[in-house]
């Protein structure tokens, strides 16, 4: 029996994303295992105008413009801080987005209702980002 609660998303969906970046021929950003492209339909679900040979499950429900801004944001090499009200997705969304672009979604930052935006944006050790992304 595993010691994990719940699966986190890029071992739940390995298959999926493996397929994914198997069939994935789109331009890449620099460290993204799938494109913006197939990381936008990882995410929010195929459609049957996308061609593909099999379904792909929408697993985040909401704005979908939301999504494609998150994306771009995080594609033009930008931080991505998301902010709302609790029970609103946005911890599901940053796994999903973890997961389909590194395959590594156990380092996103999170904080709570009494995190302040000011402590997450200024408490960075810049010198280790720059170094270590």
């Given at each position: 029996m595993s010691d994990l609660l719940r699966a986190?998303?890029?071992?739940?969906?390995?298959?999926?994303?493996?397929?994914?970046?198997?069939?994935?021929?789109?331009?890449?950003?620099?460290?993204?295992?799938l494109s913006p492209k197939m990381v936008r339909l990882f995410i929010l679900g195929s459609e049957r105008a996308d061609g593909l040979d099999r379904d792909v499950t929408q697993k985040w429900f909401g704005d979908r413009s939301f999504v494609e801004r998150s994306i771009v944001t995080l594609a033009s090499d930008r931080g991505l801080l998301l902010i709302g009200d609790p029970g609103t997705g946005k911890s599901w969304l940053a796994e999903l987005l973890s997961a389909a672009i590194s395959r590594n979604s156990t380092q996103v930052v999170q904080g709570t209702a009494g995190t302040t935006e000011d402590q997450i944006k200024y408490s960075w050790n810049v010198s280790m980002v720059i170094a270590k992304g």
């Open positions: 986190p998303a890029e071992i739940k969906y390995a298959e999926e994303l493996d397929w994914l970046e198997s069939i994935d021929d789109n331009p890449k950003p620099f460290s993204w295992r």
